[in-house]
Nanobody, 117 residues
């Protein structure tokens, strides 16, 4: 079974930075796209950023210029560099992967990001 394991969440002050990582295992070798969504209580999960195997990235308008998504060389990992974090960025961040060799979408369990002074 495919698993997505996230790491890198935590607490940071406004203006600070965090880097999220996500690694896919369990036979997932054709993943396209891969990315991050976030969710706060009472709201729908929303796109943060996704990236294809060719490096084409799509960002939410609210994070453009502050967040950068990238993939590892093995293409089964994805990273999200978050700079100049704002209180409104606080959320649970979920790794997402469309695993084409299984023809299914998978989600990680989420990692919490807290932005507070």
């Amino acid at each position: 079974q495919v698993q997505l394991v996230e790491s890198g969440g935590g607490m940071v002050q406004p203006g600070g930075s965090l880097r999220l990582s996500c690694a896919a295992s369990g036979g997932a070798f054709n993943i396209n796209p891969m990315g991050w969504y976030r969710q706060t209580p009472g709201k729908q999960r929303e796109l943060v950023a996704v990236i294809t195997t060719r490096g084409e990235a799509n960002y939410a308008d609210s994070v453009k210029g502050r967040f950068t998504i990238s993939r590892g060389d093995a293409k089964n990992t994805v990273y999200l560099q978050m700079n100049n974090l704002k209180p409104e960025d606080a959320a649970d961040y979920y790794c997402y992967a469309r695993v084409r060799n299984f023809a299914k979408d998978f989600w990680g369990q989420g990692t919490q990001v807290i932005v507070s002074s």
